[in-house]
């Protein structure tokens, strides 16, 4: 298995890069989040990989973070879901806001990712449960962004879009309780 890849990055055509390892060019498939971050052209570039063989194909996935390529790893372990639908999720949404996506078990989310529909979002959902959100709660993850996620979900229910829910939640003192925080952002949203 090839775990890493170091060399010289010879080209760029999302989703696409191709290193150069001392005369040997690796066509690598990157998420989008990983392409915004690499180097310029002819610079140096380490990317942690992962390598798919199948009767077609042998292809190799590479990574800038070990978070991502985890979060990819755990993605196709998941049925229905494949390398190119797991890149497509990373690019649409970072290894964070994958974690609390499925933290606050929201389908709606996941939906806005091109290629995702209700159904695989809520199995995706399901199935990571208690994985992702366990990283995010590593990476410190608070009660307040639990109580923020929870009045943002209140708000929705009540009618109020996700923008109007987010910019509400925003507006909230720190350290503001659930129910508290649902009082002041109607009386802000009411205004």
């Known amino acids: 298995m090839i775990g890493r890849i170091v060399g010289v990055?010879?080209?760029?055509?999302?989703?696409?890069?191709?290193?150069?390892?001392?005369?040997?060019?690796?066509?690598?498939h990157v998420p989008m989040s990983t392409f915004y971050n690499l180097p310029a052209l002819g610079e140096a570039v380490q990317l942690l990989t992962h390598f798919v063989v199948r009767e077609d194909a042998q292809l190799l996935f590479g990574f800038l973070t070990a978070a991502e390529r985890a979060t990819f790893?755990?993605?196709?372990?998941?049925?229905?879901?494949?390398?190119?639908?797991a890149l497509a999720i990373l690019s649409g949404l970072s290894v964070d806001e994958l974690a609390q996506a499925v933290t606050r078990q929201d389908a709606a989310r996941l939906v806005k990712v091109p290629g995702i529909g209700k159904k695989t979002a809520e199995r995706l959902l399901l199935e990571l449960k208690g994985k992702l959100g366990a990283e995010l709660s590593s990476a410190g993850a608070t009660t307040q962004d639990a109580a923020q996620g929870d009045i943002a979900q209140a708000l929705q229910a009540l009618g109020y879009s996700e923008r109007e829910a987010l910019a509400a939640v925003k507006?909230?003192?720190?350290?503001?309780?659930?129910s508290d925080g649902i009082k002041l952002a109607l009386k802000s949203l009411n205004r």
Do not use: C, N, Q, W
């Open 9 to 28: 990055l010879a080209e760029k055509a999302p989703p696409m890069v191709l290193v150069d390892v001392h005369g040997v060019g690796y066509e690598l």
């Open 73 to 85: 790893r755990e993605l196709v372990k998941i049925s229905g879901v494949g390398p190119r639908t």
């Open 171 to 178: 507006a909230l003192p720190p350290g503001v309780g659930v």
